[in-house]
């Protein structure tokens, strides 16, 4: 079984467009940001990535790849889906896609690391972590 998708929107502000009037590059990646964040406090609760300090274990964001598709407007509704993709010892892969209706405009992928804080290096991933990634 697989660990079930995501499902996160973003409304499109003014100030998110570049200056041809479009979604701004570097805005594709924030969204991103705050869809796979929201994901991974579904997936540990327990987890607040806003206080990493609070935990021996978190996760360092390593990795990202964005392939862009298609332009994206002002006011448009954008879901962002993430998925979980290849889980290895102590990092894991996060798909996602930005659509638009049925516009792909944006899809991609970023890495995260198991980080221990107070050792400061990468640790494998706690098996409870494994278990819900890989979908057991």
């Known amino acids: 079984m697989a660990a079930p ?3 996160h929107r973003e409304r499109v502000r003014f100030g998110d467009l570049d200056a041809m009037r ?3 590059n ?3 990646l924030r969204y991103f940001e705050t869809a796979r964040i929201s994901m991974i406090r579904d ?3 327990a987890h607040d990535p806003a206080h990493p300090e609070r935990d021996t274990f978190g996760l360092i964001f390593a990795e990202c790849q964005i392939h862009y598709r298609a332009p994206v407007f002002f006011d448009e509704d954008v879901a ?3 998925t979980i993709g290849e889980v290895r010892r ?6 996602f896609a930005m659509d638009v209706g049925e516009r792909r405009c944006a899809d991609g992928c970023g890495w995260l690391v198991g980080y221990d804080y107070e ?3 990468s640790m494998p991933l706690p098996d409870a972590l494994r278990a819900r ?3 057991s």
């Open 119 to 121: 050792q400061q290096r």
């Open 5 to 7: 998708s995501y499902v």
């Open 80 to 82: 962002i889906t993430c």
């Open 133 to 135: 990634l890989e979908g």
């Open 90 to 95: 102590s990092a894991f892969r996060v798909d």
């Open 43 to 45: 997936l540990m609760p």
């Open 26 to 28: 570097v805005v594709f």
């Open 22 to 24: 479009h979604l701004n």
